[in-house]
């Protein structure tokens, strides 16, 4: 076994960022083997050669003893016989030394899949630990930049001839791996052509990426290696798109090194002309500007988070005899639940309240007794409305409707839900299971928003609240203030956080009382906001409410899981079969034919 070293490891991945390919250690590795299986055949050979910026820090070779004779057509093709390997080390002794030797580097082969396929295999079964290196392959480089005319394939003596390489192929490991060195340089030496001069572009170089797109990395040359918010600048200087990262350079340089699927993202990469970074002192403070950054600018290739203050609210109108209305603004002391991604979704919660609570329908605004003239509805004949329009009666009953509606909407009562589950099970037992669906829709439409209103209402009226969560050895400390993101700082390992709460307090943004529902930031700032406070290991210093002590969730946060109970409802019906001829709706709803059930699915409780 030959084995020279330079004492100068260099612990790298292809995430790493900003590292220039001339600093990068590779490690080319070329096996030789009894044939092309890595479960069937063994390894009778392994060479590479350790190389950095141009330069051989050393070199490793050997045979090894694969322990079977080596086929003939093997020895045609290597040269290697069965004699030679005899007092070759075997393969438990060769990994262990190779895997030192190439401890921290860039693996690279020619064809690296049938390479590394061996390497690991044999890892596996010699129970050691696979060092999951970057792998770079110089056939996938090759088919980026070397043309037919230039080579008739991509085989490593085709393009040892092109590149005109020191060392010719012969199919022995070290001479191999030699020759591959020289293949490496020469694809390298073009693809700087093609912006691909950093080890975090040679993670993408074989990517189909334009040449012209990826040439443009360079826009992000000037961006931080910390967490932040990009802007991509259009021609006239108008925000493109907005994103946030934890490392702004990186993730920016992907947007011109990868392939991009999204075809409207690709487009806006190719029509902007610079990028702009906002270093943030935390991920946390990072994801808020980006959302504030969207709603601002309302960016044209930004689908998520545009517009918040347009979303739809579903609220009881004020007036004798309230109904629920869709609407974009509502004053702080409004009954309403919201705020829902679309009108459609508010729709569905709007007719989920009404098929649990019989509040009126119809849109006109009613006196508080009914006039003398006053026509009922068609929705008042079908026994959909308490009809307080032309009823004295009813009218004078509807303030409990009303006030049944209002405890619905705020969480106070579970009626919607309870009514929606019962007749998602009835509609279910009668195998009406599109009905069954679209009421589990209409009710989990309203829930979800219910549910994130509760889980979010606490904090959206808490005048301050100051929490730490452990962050490098320190400590993150955020401000919130009536759901908002009011301020952030670190405090370094080793130092009292305490001065440094007391002095975000005091410099902190100044939140006012909101004029409107839904606290002082977009729902999604607060939503953020409650998730980071909810992690594990998050502690709370201060909370100031003008109600409740501490921060709490109320257990009416969390709705039932409709959308199981219908699956399993079918499940149970399909496993029944069909329904014996003869048995009515009313039933097959009451269970009457429960027999074969008990068969199929056992007996109940």
Not at 404 to 426: H, K, P, Q
Not at 530 to 555: D, K, M, N, Q, Y
Request: proline residues 8%; glycine residues 8%; neutral net charge.
């Amino acid at each position: 076994m030959r084995q020279h070293l330079n004492p100068r490891p260099v612990q790298l991945a292809l995430d790493e960022i900003g590292v220039p390919l001339h600093e990068v250690t590779f490690v080319v590795v070329d096996l030789e083997t009894t044939g092309g299986s890595p479960t069937k055949s063994e390894i009778t050979e392994i060479g590479a050669v350790k190389v950095r910026g141009g330069e051989v820090l050393g070199e490793f070779g050997t045979l090894v003893n694969p322990g079977v004779p080596i086929p003939p057509t093997i020895t045609v093709l290597t040269g290697i016989t069965t004699a030679m390997v005899l007092e070759a080390p075997p393969i438990e002794q060769v990994l262990p030394a190779f895997l030192e030797f190439a401890q921290g580097a860039v693996l690279v082969a020619h064809n690296a899949g049938f390479d590394v396929g061996f390497l690991k295999a044999n890892t596996a079964r010699m129970d050691l630990t696979w060092p999951s290196p970057a792998v770079v392959d110089t056939v996938r480089l090759a088919r980026r930049v070397v043309t037919r005319d230039e080579a008739p394939n991509h085989k490593l003596a085709s393009l040892a001839r092109v590149f005109g390489a020191a060392t010719t192929p012969n199919h022995r490991a070290l001479q191999d791996a030699r020759a591959t060195v020289d293949v490496m340089h020469g694809l390298l030496s073009r693809m700087a052509s093609l912006g691909v001069t950093h080890l975090e572009d040679l993670a993408t170089a074989s990517d189909p990426v334009p040449p012209a797109r990826r040439r443009r990395s360079s826009l992000a040359d000037h961006l931080p290696r910390s967490p932040g918010v990009y802007q991509f600048i259009g021609p006239a200087n108008e925000i493109l798109y907005v994103g946030t990262a934890s490392d702004l350079r990186r993730r920016v340089r992907q947007y011109f090194t990868a392939s991009e699927k999204r075809r409207r993202i690709g487009e806006m990469v190719d029509l902007a002309t610079s990028v702009r970074g906002v270093a943030c002192a935390t991920r946390l403070e990072a994801q808020v500007r980006e959302l504030r950054l969207i709603a601002e600018h309302d960016p044209p290739y930004n689908r998520r988070s545009r517009r918040p203050d347009r979303l739809p609210w579903v609220r009881l109108t004020d007036e004798p005899h309230p109904r629920l209305s869709i609407v974009r603004e509502v004053p702080p002391d409004a009954v309403a639940v919201g705020p829902f991604a679309s009108h459609a979704a508010a729709q569905l919660a709007v007719e989920a309240v009404q098929q649990a609570i019989p509040v009126r329908q119809c849109t006109r605004r009613l006196p508080i007794r009914p006039r003398a003239d006053a026509a009922s509805c068609m929705l008042a004949e079908i026994g959909r409305c308490s009809a307080p329009c032309v009823d004295e009666r009813a009218a004078a009953e509807y303030g409990d409707i009303a006030a049944t509606a209002a405890e619905a909407l705020t969480g106070r009562n579970r009626d919607v839900m309870a009514a929606a589950a019962e007749e998602i099970g009835r509609l279910a037992s009668l195998e009406r299971f599109e009905e069954a669906a679209g009421r589990r829709d209409r009710a989990e439409s309203f829930g979800r928003v219910l549910s994130r209103g509760l889980r979010l209402q606490s904090l959206q009226h808490a005048r301050e609240v100051v929490a730490a969560r452990p962050l490098a050895g320190g400590w993150e400390l955020v401000l919130i203030r009536h759901g908002r993101f009011a301020g952030t700082a670190v405090s370094p390992r080793g130092t009292d956080p305490m001065p440094l709460v007391t002095s975000l307090a005091h410099t902190g943004e100044a939140v006012p009382v909101p004029a409107r529902c839904g606290g002082a930031a977009s729902t999604e700032e607060t939503e953020l906001l409650a998730a980071w406070l909810g992690a594990a290991g998050t502690r709370l210093i201060a909370f100031e409410h003008p109600e409740a002590p501490g921060w709490s969730v109320p257990i009416t946060a969390a709705p039932p899981d409709l959308h199981t109970s219908v699956t399993l409802r079918r499940q149970e019906r399909e496993a029944l079969g069909p329904r014996p001829r003869g048995v009515s709706d009313d039933a097959a709803a009451a269970g009457t034919y429960a027999v074969r059930a008990s068969q199929v699915l056992g007996p109940t409780g």
